[in-house]
């Protein structure tokens, strides 16, 4: 059984900075991507960033320039620093792994006040 643990959501004010993490744990074999999505109420789901196993990484376009993805293969874990937060920024915050199968994990909340 695969399990995603997420940590780092919380509430801040607009221009402020939140980090997340995530860490992936059970059987899961040669992850290849790993990321984040979220969801806004009443919006669909969007890619906020993804990163490989080699470090390449892919950025929505909203958070171009003010989030940055990163990993540690080692320990099967991947990290997201939201820096210039904005309300828009608000949502629920999904950690995602892929390999053989993409996995999810169950969502934090980054609630960012005006």
């Known amino acids: 059984q695969v399990q995603l643990v997420e940590s780092g959501g919380g509430l801040v004010q607009a221009g402020g900075s939140l980090s997340l993490s995530c860490t992936a744990s059970?059987?899961?074999?040669?992850?290849?991507?790993m990321g984040w999505y979220r969801q806004a109420p009443a919006k669909q789901r969007e890619l906020v960033a993804t990163?490989?196993?080699?470090?390449?990484?892919n950025y929505g376009d909203s958070v171009k320039g003010r989030f940055t993805i990163s990993r540690d293969n080692a320990n099967n874990t991947v990290y997201l620093q939201m820096n210039s937060l904005t309300p828009e920024d608000t949502a629920v915050y999904y950690c995602?792994?892929?390999?053989?199968?993409?996995?999810w994990g169950q969502g934090t909340q980054v609630t960012v006040s005006s």
């Open positions: 059970g059987r899961i074999f040669r992850i290849s991507a």
């Open positions: 995602l792994v892929t390999g053989a199968y993409t996995y």
């Open positions: 990163i490989t196993s080699g470090g390449s990484t």
